[in-house]
């Protein structure tokens, strides 16, 4: 028998595959100095671990919860060096790969093992996740949350969410999520008649429901969703943006073409039976495209070594630019209307994550990690040769941008 040849063996393979490829980015991020936010993030947490505990409230948007947890585990072993922070990052990319096969079990166990190896892959989640940053640790607890709504414990869900909050206090948009999450099958059931399962549908509702009480008490403490105030005036409160949506829908065209490609089959598809009312989608897209889009961030201009800032000031100013990325956004919204997902709620992830990252007005790369993490762990994967060569294309592309970042050529 030919070595690898059963799928047993070649399972096999792919965790050990794997773990070597976590292990040569653990040796990766041990070394080199600070990349980006990092500037800000780790001199906090040595802060903390030499006994000064006043926070960098000019610089900080995120409530120090990263901070606490980095110091609390490090304090122990005596050691403040930035390659320690990026090593715990390494094992918040663990608990995230752990968790997502856990999902996938419960989900779609046919491909559990592809979907982890696919995350681990995907380019952001790669780049950020091995930075002492806050997105991955707040992420892992976040999936944590996840997986615990499937499971139907709630209350474990929502105390997974508030750790997640403590990190990145705009996680509470999730908690609206996970609540209509597991109340669609009983609304469905019902007939959205909630008089008649009122008593389920606050057993589900009220752990999060507590998760957003937290967060309005918080609000109201400080004065701002951005814990620094100085930093508030770049983080206004309550402001919808159509910059990241857009940004989010060009990035699934790059990361995803073959699935928007099938999305768009079954969407010719329902044309043909008539549906037609399904044209409207690509023409909203790009007519809010075309009328609320602006690069207007000051943090969006062209600041240092910034890859992100520096595409976006091309679509800004070059009109070919400008048109490419409006209709690369708006096939993707096509593509991701019509994709297939493990329950009949999937969908959801959508439209709360266009929510989720409008409410910021600085475009940002990173914001798209928890939209796109939660599209792997909720969506049905197209055909095999398809989800291949994507998974290919992502060890391509990130193993450019991890070189590029970390001998810091550029930052995304």
């Known amino acids: 028998m030919k070595p690898f040849s059963g799928a047993r063996s070649r399972s096999t393979l792919g965790w050990i595959a794997l773990v070597c490829a976590w292990g040569a980015m653990l040796m990766l991020a041990l070394h080199g100095g600070v990349i980006g936010d990092e500037a800000v993030h780790w001199p906090q947490v040595q802060r903390f671990l030499h006994g000064d505990y006043r926070v960098f409230s000019q610089w900080l948007t995120n409530v120090p919860g990263y901070h606490w947890l980095v110091t609390a585990l490090l304090w122990p072993l005596g050691v403040d060096g930035l390659g320690w922070g990026r090593a715990l990052g390494g094992i918040f990319v663990l608990a995230c790969l752990w968790t997502m096969y856990r999902i996938r079990l419960v989900l779609h166990r046919q491909d559990a093992h592809r979907t982890t190896v696919q995350l681990f892959f995907l380019p952001v989640l790669l780049v950020y996740g091995w930075l002492a940053y806050t997105d991955v640790?707040?992420?892992?607890?976040?999936?944590?949350?996840?997986?615990?709504?499937?499971?139907?414990?709630?209350?474990?869900?929502?105390?997974?969410?508030?750790?997640?909050?403590?990190?990145?206090?705009?996680?509470?948009?999730?908690?609206?999520?996970?609540?209509?999450?597991?109340?669609?099958?009983?609304?469905?059931?019902?007939?959205?008649?909630?008089?008649?399962?009122?008593?389920?549908?606050?057993?589900?509702?009220?752990?999060?429901?507590?998760?957003?009480?937290?967060?309005?008490?918080?609000?109201?403490?400080?004065?701002?969703?951005?814990?620094?105030?100085?930093?508030?005036?770049?983080?206004?409160?309550?402001?919808?943006?159509?910059?990241?949506?857009?940004?989010?829908?060009?990035?699934?065209?790059?990361?995803?073409?073959?699935?928007?490609?099938?999305?768009?089959?079954?969407?010719?598809?329902?044309?043909?039976?008539?549906?037609?009312?399904?044209?409207?989608?690509?023409?909203?897209?790009?007519?809010?495209?075309?009328?609320?889009?602006?690069?207007?961030?000051?943090?969006?201009?062209?600041?240092?070594?910034?890859?992100?800032?520096?595409?976006?000031?091309?679509?800004?100013q070059q009109s070919w630019a400008w048109w490419a990325f409006g209709l690369a956004a708006t096939w993707a919204s096509v593509g991701l209307a019509f994709a297939r997902y493990t329950t009949p709620q999937g969908w959801l992830w959508l439209p709360f994550s266009l929510l989720f990252v409008g409410a910021s007005w600085m475009i940002e790369t990173r914001y798209v990690l928890v939209p796109f993490v939660l599209f792997l762990a909720l969506r049905r994967p197209e055909s095999a040769w398809a989800e291949r060569v994507t998974l290919a294309g992502w060890i391509v592309l990130s193993g450019w941008l991890v070189w590029n970042v970390f001998d810091h050529r550029f930052m995304l």
């Open 137 to 316: 640790p707040a992420l892992a607890f976040l999936l944590g949350a996840l997986l615990a709504n499937l499971r139907s414990r709630h209350a474990l869900s929502a105390a997974l969410l508030l750790a997640s909050m403590a990190m990145r206090q705009n996680q509470v948009l999730w908690a609206a999520f996970l609540a209509v999450f597991a109340a669609w099958p009983v609304l469905m059931r019902d007939r959205w008649r909630v008089w008649c399962s009122w008593r389920e549908l606050w057993a589900i509702g009220w752990p999060y429901a507590i998760c957003v009480l937290v967060f309005l008490v918080y609000w109201w403490w400080n004065g701002s969703i951005s814990y620094s105030s100085e930093q508030a005036r770049a983080h206004p409160d309550l402001v919808w943006h159509v910059g990241n949506p857009i940004f989010l829908l060009v990035l699934a065209a790059m990361l995803f073409p073959l699935q928007i490609i099938a999305g768009w089959q079954r969407g010719i598809a329902c044309l043909r039976e008539g549906e037609w009312l399904w044209l409207l989608l690509p023409i909203a897209v790009f007519l809010l495209y075309a009328w609320q889009f602006q690069v207007d961030h000051p943090y969006n201009r062209p600041m240092g070594i910034s890859l992100r800032n520096q595409w976006l000031q091309v679509v800004a």
